[in-house]
């Protein structure tokens, strides 16, 4: 069974930072991503960062270029969140999800809502930064 857990969220000033990070256990595929969404109250949900284990290439959504950046560890199948010059707009549950590659995929086009080719997915953990 593939399990997700974050950690590392809490409140912050603005401007402060913030580092989460995701375990993943029970994942025994070679060719993977691991992504953190984030959904605020009354938002859908939004792709933040995105890390591919093949060649380490990495996806940023627009809003946080930047200001974070995402790191993984292979052998442990973890991933971190380094967020920096966090902002009140910031403020969400973050969540940190897994999917599984086809061989030869490129690029990231097919990081889309709803569920951004996701095929696992943590509970999350908030982050809340006080302005």
């Known amino acids: 069974e593939v399990r997700i857990v974050e950690s590392g969220g809490g409140l912050v000033q603005a401007g402060g930072s913030l580092r989460l990070s995701c375990v993943v256990s029970?994942?025994?595929?070679?060719?993977?991503?691991i992504g953190w969404f984030r959904q605020a109250p009354g938002k859908e949900r939004e792709g933040v960062s995105c890390?591919?284990?093949?060649?380490?290439?990495?996806y940023y959504g627009d809003s946080v270029k930047g200001r974070f950046t995402i790191s993984s560890d292979s052998a442990k199948i973890t991933a971190y969140l380094e967020m920096n010059s966090l902002q009140a707009e910031d403020t969400a549950v973050y969540s940190c999800?897994?999917?599984?590659?086809?061989?030869?995929?490129?690029?990231?086009?097919?990081?889309?809502?709803?569920?951004?080719?996701?095929?696992?997915w943590g509970k999350g953990t908030l982050v809340t930064v006080s302005s």
């Open positions: 999800a897994a999917a599984v590659l086809p061989h030869g995929l490129t690029g990231w086009d097919w990081l889309r809502p709803p569920k951004y080719g996701m095929d696992f």
């Open positions: 029970g994942f025994t595929f070679d060719d993977y991503a």
């Open positions: 890390i591919k284990s093949r060649d380490g290439s990495t």
